[in-house]
């Protein structure tokens, strides 16, 4: 049996525990249930947060700034491919 199988099996043994049963109605539990499972987002923000700064800090070009670069780099090779094939076919 796969780990992921047996989780979800195990996962489902305990949802129909009635001690477990009784906590999921409580709503102040389930809000820090919430809460706990929104943390890695919100670290994760952070830290990219933190990341852009310290970028912007140090003059360098984050991420998706080189992305977008990239991007754009593309597209105008593109276009001028376009423009010299119309330009030869003007000529031939």
């Known amino acids: ?5 047996k989780l979800m099996n195990e996962g489902m043994k305990l949802m129909s525990d ?23 987002g919100q ?3 952070l830290a990219q947060e933190q990341s852009d700064r310290f970028a912007r800090m140090m003059s360098l070009a ?7 670069l990239r991007r754009t780099v593309r597209s105008l090779e593109e276009q001028i491919a376009e423009m010299k094939k119309r330009e ?3 000529q031939g």
């Open 1 to 5: 049996m796969g780990m992921k199988k």
């Open 18 to 40: 009635p001690r477990v049963m009784k906590l999921m109605q409580d709503e102040r539990f389930m809000k820090v249930v919430m809460a706990a499972m929104s943390i890695p």
């Open 43 to 45: 670290v994760s923000t």
């Open 62 to 68: 984050t991420e998706q700034e080189v992305r977008d």
């Open 88 to 90: 030869g076919s003007k």
